[in-house]
């Protein structure tokens, strides 16, 4: 298994998801929730995760 990082050295990430659920942890608005996999490696990475950042909708527009 990989060692992980300290979630302060992590790289940013920047890019385009689309949400397909709730999610059970989602509270409140505003908030996503990443699939990080399955494992040990992926257990501690979404157990870190929990950073501010930007979300955007793309809403269809009606006619």
């Known amino acids: 298994?990989?060692?992980?990082?300290?979630?302060?050295?992590?790289?940013?990430?920047?890019g385009f998801m689309?949400?397909?659920?709730?999610?059970?942890?989602?509270?409140g608005t505003a908030r996503a929730d990443i699939f990080c996999g399955n494992g040990p490696f992926a257990e501690y990475t979404a157990g870190h995760m929990n950073k501010y950042g930007a979300?955007?909708?793309?809403?269809?527009k009606t006619q």
Do not use: C, S
């Not at 990989?2 to 979630?7: V, W």
């Not at 689309?18 to 509270?27: K, L, V």
């Not at 979300?55 to 269809?60: A, T």
């Open 55 to 60: 979300l955007y909708f793309l809403v269809l």
């Open 1 to 14: 298994d990989p060692t992980p990082a300290e979630p302060e050295q992590w790289p940013e990430f920047k």
């Open 18 to 27: 689309m949400n397909q659920d709730t999610g059970g942890a989602i509270r």
